[in-house]
């Protein structure tokens, strides 16, 4: 039986899901705030996750930032906000849908057999390649040009977020979240490991071709290097 967490602080709209999707056959769990919905999330492992953007305390947007650094299974953001700002910020922090309220319950159970579907059909990869650039999460190998090249735990971590997503832009404190380091520092740790991954891998390090910035933002990895 598939698992489904539904993290939403207004009581209505959590009962009324949850009831729906257990009459459907899903195993439900409901936290009423982000913190809540990390612990459950911890604890229970749900393959899916419906998430409120509006909540006092931790929102959705930081629960999102947090889930996202350790959890890949789908999330659907549940929420009245409908600006397009709202969107792409959802979608930028690794939302994979997004449904505004009020909205069909018919629909919301079609979008989430359909994500549960796709995350079953997906095989997992360890081998990520853009370009010029090749890493494999399990041997912990990465190349550049058809040259391997040894990375500090720190650079790893970061180029595996950068090759998952080649395009995506990544603010530096979402890039932290990324490091597995016990003392993570500042977000400007950010800059100084961009810095050490660029003298490595970039042909002319002060005119960086494939680890971009964006000015005001953070990184991404040239999304011109996919075929």
């Known amino acids: 039986m598939k698992s ?3 993290v939403e602080d207004n009581q209505g709209v959590r009962d009324m ?3 729906y999707l257990e009459e459907h056959s899903y195993q439900v769990r409901v936290a009423s705030n982000g913190q809540e919905g990390l612990l459950e ?6 393959d899916l996750v ?33 600006t397009e ?4 910020l959802g979608l930028e922090l690794g939302a994979d849908d997004y449904m505004t309220k009020p909205f069909s319950m018919a629909e919301l159970l079609a979008r989430v057999r359909a994500h549960l579907r ?3 059909e997906a095989a997992p990869v360890s081998a990520l390649r853009a370009g010029e650039l090749e890493l494999d999460t399990t041997s912990r190998l990465f190349s550049v040009r058809g040259q391997r090249m040894d990375l500090t735990r720190s650079e790893f971590d970061l180029m595996t977020a950068f090759l998952r997503a080649p395009g995506r832009v990544f603010s530096r404190l979402v890039l932290l979240e990324h490091l597995q380091e016990e003392a993570l520092g500042s977000e400007r740790t950010i800059d100084v490991h961009v810095r050490n991954l660029r003298a490595k891998i970039e042909a002319e390090p002060g005119k960086p071709r494939l680890i971009e910035t964006v000015f005001g933002v953070g990184y991404r990895l040239n999304p011109d290097l996919m075929p």
């Open 41 to 46: 999330a911890r604890h229970h492992r749900p």
């Open 50 to 82: 419906l998430l409120d953007m509006m909540m006092p305390g931790m929102n959705g947007l930081e629960f999102l930032r947090r889930f996202r650094t350790t959890e890949r299974v789908p999330v659907i953001f549940l929420t009245a906000k409908d």
């Open 4 to 6: 489904i967490l539904i």
């Open 85 to 88: 700002l709202d969107k792409v």
């Open 17 to 19: 899901v949850r009831e």
């Open 118 to 120: 796709r995350g079953t």
